[in-house]
C-alpha cells in the first residue's frame, strides 16, 4: 500500500481545509492509499553542522503531497530523502511572482507586459522611484496593475487607476518587492482557472469578479462556474506548468486582444472549487496520477 504524506499550512482556513482533506481521504480509501496529514508546524525540522535533522522518520513514506507554500520545509524534507510534489524548486519560483513571471518568459510563456520595480537597497527616495513610476506608466497604460512579489488569494494585488494612486501605492510599500503589470481591460474581470497534473488539464472553471471588487478571487466576492478550455488555452497551461516544474498546479488564463496570457501558476491552489464546479474527480485523479 502506497503511504503518502500531505503537508498543509497550518493557517490555512479551517473549513475549506477540512473539505479538501475529506476529498483527498477518500480518494486515497478509493485507491488503496494510506494517508497521514500533518500541518507545517507539527514538522520539525533542525539544520545541524552539515544535515537536516528531523525527530521524525518519513522514510514509510512513498512521497509527500505538499498544499503549502513553505519552501523551506519542503526543501528540508528533500534533503531527508523524501519525494515531495510539488518539489521545491517550483514552490521557490511560483512563490515568488517576479521569479515566475521570469521563468514563464524564458520558456515562452506568454505573459501581460510586466516591469519589476527596481529596489531601494537603502532609504527609499520618491524622488528617485517616481520618475520610473512614470515611464511604466507612459509604457504601459492606466489604469495598472501593481503587484507583490509574495502573497495569494488575491492579496497583494492592487490596481492604480491615476498616476497618484501608483505613487501613494508603491510610497506604502517603500519601493519594495513590486511589480507593474499591464491591465487587460478586455478580459472584464474575469480569468480561466485550470488544474493541470502531469501534463493533462484535469478541470477547468471561469471566474468573474464580483462587482465590488476587481479580483475575480472568491474571497473577494467572485462567482465561479464550468468551463470547457480550448486547444491553445490547454495547451498554454500545461506549457506554464512545465516552464516552472510543478508536477500538479493551477494555471490562472486573461484573454488579451492579442491572444491569452498566463496571470499565475500556483503550486498549492485549493481543488475544493474544482470538484464543485465540474464532474470530474480531481482529488482522486491528483493521487493516481503521482503514484505511478
Known amino acids: 500500500m502506497k503511504k503518502v504524506l500531505i503537508v498543509y499550512d ?5 473549513k475549506s481545509f477540512e473539505v479538501q482533506t475529506k476529498l483527498l481521504f477518500d480518494a486515497a480509501k478509493k485507491l ?8 507545517n508546524v507539527q514538522i520539525y525540522t533542525m539544520l545541524s553542522n552539515t544535515k537536516v535533522k528531523s525527530f521524525e522518520s518519513y522514510a514509510n ?9 513553505d519552501v523551506w520545509l519542503a526543501r528540508n524534507l528533500e534533503m531527508l530523502g523524501l519525494k515531495v510534489y510539488n518539489n521545491s524548486r517550483a514552490i521557490d519560483i511560483c512563490e515568488n511572482c517576479a521569479n515566475m513571471y521570469q521563468q514563464l518568459i524564458k520558456c ?17 527616495k520618491k524622488e528617485t522611484i517616481h520618475p520610473f513610476v512614470d515611464q511604466i506608466i507612459d509604457d504601459l497604460g492606466l489604469p495598472i496593475i501593481i ?51 502531469r501534463n493533462k488539464v484535469l478541470a477547468s472553471l471561469r471566474r468573474t469578479a464580483g462587482k465590488e471588487d476587481f479580483r475575480s478571487n472568491t474571497n473577494f466576492g467572485g462567482i465561479m462556474e464550468k468551463h470547457i478550455p480550448t ?9 506554464a506548468c512545465k516552464a516552472v516544474g510543478c ?5 490562472d488564463i486573461l484573454k488579451s486582444i492579442n491572444g491569452p496570457v498566463v496571470c499565475e501558476v500556483n503550486t498549492s491552489a485549493n481543488i475544493q472549487y474544482f470538484q464543485e464546479v465540474s464532474d470530474f474527480n480531481v482529488a482522486e485523479h491528483i493521487l493516481k496520477m503521482l503514484k505511478k
Do not use: C
Not at 488503496?32 to 500541518?39: D, N
Not at 486547444?231 to 506549457?239: C, I, R, S
Not at 508536477?247 to 494555471?251: R, S
Open 231 to 239: 486547444f491553445v488555452e490547454q495547451k498554454l497551461a500545461l506549457d
Open 61 to 69: 513514506f512513498d512521497f509527500a503531497l505538499f498544499l503549502d507554500d
Open 10 to 14: 497550518a493557517n490555512t482556513d479551517e
Open 147 to 197: 503587484k507583490q512579489w509574495f502573497g495569494d488569494l488575491g492579496r497583494g494585488v492592487h490596481l492604480a487607476k491615476t498616476r497618484e494612486q501608483a505613487y501613494e501605492i508603491v510610497d506604502r510599500f517603500e519601493g519594495r518587492e513590486l511589480l507593474f503589470q499591464e491591465f487587460i481591460s478586455e478580459a472584464s474581470g474575469t480569468d480561466i482557472r485550470m488544474y493541470v497534473v
Open 108 to 124: 515562452g510563456v506568454n505573459i501581460p507586459k510586466t516591469v519589476i520595480l527596481p529596489s531601494a537597497l537603502s532609504e527609499y
Open 32 to 39: 488503496g492509499i494510506s494517508i497521514t496529514a500533518r500541518s
Open 247 to 251: 508536477e500538479f498546479g493551477v494555471v
